[in-house]
């Protein structure tokens, strides 16, 4: 649908030929001045793409996250790889590894959303500034 509503903007934009005062509009159907040329249904289908979009983002980024701790605490832990199962001391030192790895992350994390958050009131509290 997206590809057919960018092939329907150029269409009519080459059949009307170009108007300095007609308004434009980008590919996703939004105009200059914020209005948007979208059918409501198309809107919705953009926002589920946008979504979709999102979601495979973030699997992405957790599979990421997951591919780099196994790296890490296989590196740390594995000194000689054998078809034999693990060791006591190999288990604990993963555990261990996996434990500090997600908790890193967790400081991550709260560090990213505690700046986002001041960053956020930041920007409210200018605008608060200058409507007075």
């Given at each position: 649908w997206y590809q057919r509503r960018v092939r329907e903007a150029v269409v009519s934009t080459q059949s009307t030929g170009t108007n300095m005062n007609a308004e434009s509009y980008d590919p996703f159907g939004q105009s200059s001045s914020g209005t948007s040329s979208l059918h409501p249904s198309d809107a919705v289908k953009m926002q589920d793409l946008v979504s979709a979009?999102?979601?495979?983002?973030?699997?992405?980024?957790?599979?990421?996250?997951?591919?780099?701790?196994?790296?890490?605490?296989?590196?740390?832990?594995?000194?000689?790889?054998?078809?034999?199962?693990?060791?006591?001391?190999e288990r604990q030192c993963i555990a261990k590894c996996m434990d500090r790895f997600q908790d890193g992350l967790k400081v991550v994390n709260q560090t990213i959303m505690q700046r986002a958050k001041a960053e956020s009131e930041a920007m409210h509290h200018s605008a608060g500034m200058s409507n007075h």
């Amino acid at each position: 649908w997206y590809q057919r509503r960018v092939r329907e903007a150029v269409v009519s934009t080459q059949s009307t030929g170009t108007n300095m005062n007609a308004e434009s509009y980008d590919p996703f159907g939004q105009s200059s001045s914020g209005t948007s040329s979208l059918h409501p249904s198309d809107a919705v289908k953009m926002q589920d793409l946008v979504s979709a979009i999102e979601t495979s983002i973030q699997i992405e980024s957790q599979m990421n996250i997951i591919k780099s701790m196994n790296q890490t605490c296989f590196e740390r832990c594995i000194y000689k790889p054998t078809s034999s199962p693990l060791g006591n001391g190999e288990r604990q030192c993963i555990a261990k590894c996996m434990d500090r790895f997600q908790d890193g992350l967790k400081v991550v994390n709260q560090t990213i959303m505690q700046r986002a958050k001041a960053e956020s009131e930041a920007m409210h509290h200018s605008a608060g500034m200058s409507n007075h």
